[in-house]
Nanobody, 115 residues
Framework: QVQLVESGGGLVQPGGSLRLSCAASVSSYSMSWYRQAPGKERELVASIIMVGGTTNYANSVKGRFTISRNNTKNTVYLQMNSLKLEDTAVYYC???????????WGQGTQVTVSS
């Protein structure tokens, strides 16, 4: 059974930083972070191709968030700096499995930006 284990969420003040981690139990072609705020649809935040490291970001987080990976550990990270109130959401990790192309989701981790 494929598992994605997320960690690193929490409460932070505006302007602060958090680092999310997501460890997959299988090798992935790509891994992504999505987020869903109350009353809103889930949206892509950032993605990375595990081989080569090509990245993609939502316009709302460009210059503030950085996605990176550790292929040896099948792990992806999301460094979030200069956090804003509107970054508050549940953040989900998604892995696109190498070979089958199947998508798997983590359980989500809450990020709350509040003063």
């Amino acid at each position: 059974q494929v598992q994605l284990v997320e960690s690193g969420g929490g409460l932070v003040q505006p302007g602060g930083s958090l680092r999310l981690s997501c460890a997959a139990s299988v090798s992935s072609y790509s891994m992504s972070w999505y987020r869903q705020a109350p009353g809103k649809e889930r949206e892509l935040v950032a993605s990375i191709i595990m081989v080569g490291g090509t990245t993609n970001y939502a316009n709302s987080v460009k210059g503030r968030f950085t996605i990176s990976r550790n292929n040896t550990k099948n792990t992806v990270y999301l460094q979030m700096n200069s956090l804003k109130l509107e970054d508050t959401a549940v953040y989900y990790c998604k892995a696109n499995r190498l070979g089958s192309g199947a998508n798997y989701w983590g359980q989500g981790t809450q990020v709350t930006v509040s003063s």
